[in-house]
């Protein structure tokens, strides 16, 4: 059973439209759930987080939402650029001092000029 | 910026075969992962250690082997490599804010 789940796999949308990635997860003692990048080639890096006391974080153009009953958060960037194409990991743990990291599957993210 | 390098980057080899994939980080980090990538299964991890000597189990540790033998070096062994390891291997390190820091990577071709 997967206990982070991403969808949808591969999402395109246009430069300067805002693209959404979702992602749900079983376990609700998770909470922390940081959101990886990868570019192909290369390894993932982190480019953003949030703690389950949150809803919102932002950091420039990404955003996460972060919904605790229902056990749902999703990535939102805004006025998406073609430099944004990658894949993009949602992942959870469940305490904020190193334990291990459950990633999900994966959205592969393209945007087209 | 935390420093993780891999080698080598690409191998392979037959079934049966014999493989030791080999990670040094530079910067001090305790935690140090092994992850395999494969499409639509993410990145799932095979081991784990919290400083030398020491090893965890991560969710699918069969068929490999790990060791940790100083704070930088982590190795991943696959004695009887079969068809079904080929993947992307990476390695991580962490210190305890739970950033993980990965390598590019080690594809693994086992024919």
């Known amino acids: 059973q997967q206990q982070v789940r991403q969808s949808p796999q591969s999402l395109t949308v246009w430069e300067g439209e805002t693209a959404i990635l979702n992602c749900s997860y079983e376990?609700?003692?998770?909470?922390?759930f940081p959101w990886y990048q990868q570019f192909p080639g290369e390894g993932p890096a982190l480019l953003i987080s949030?703690?389950?006391?949150?809803d919102k974080k932002e950091d420039g153009r990404f955003t996460i939402f972060f919904n605790k009953r229902e056990k749902k958060l999703s990535l939102h960037i805004t006025d998406s650029q073609p430099g944004d194409s990658a894949t993009y990991f949602c992942?959870?743990?469940?305490?904020?001092?190193?334990?291990?990291?459950?990633f999900g599957a994966g959205t592969k993210l393209t945007i087209k000029p | 910026e935390a420093a993780v390098t891999q080698s080598p980057r690409n191998k392979v080899t037959v079934t049966g075969g014999n493989v030791t994939l080999s990670c040094r980080q530079t910067?001090?980090?305790?935690?140090m992962y092994w992850y395999r990538q494969d499409t639509g299964h993410g990145l799932r991890l095979i081991h784990y250690?919290?400083?030398?000597?020491?090893?965890q189990i991560g969710d699918v540790p069969d068929g490999y082997k790990a060791t940790r033998t100083t704070q930088e070096d982590f190795f991943l062994l696959l004695e009887l490599a079969s068809p079904s390891q080929t993947s992307l291997y990476f390695c991580?390190?962490?210190?305890?804010?739970?950033?993980?820091?990965f390598g590019a990577g080690t594809r693994l071709s086992v024919l």
């Open positions: 991580a390190s962490s210190e305890t804010e739970n950033t993980l820091y």
């Open positions: 376990d609700s003692t998770f909470n922390y």
């Open positions: 949030i703690r389950s006391v949150s």
């Open positions: 992942a959870a743990s469940k305490d904020y001092g190193n334990e291990k990291i459950t």
């Open positions: 910067n001090s980090h305790n935690y």
């Open positions: 250690s919290y400083g030398a000597g020491n090893l």
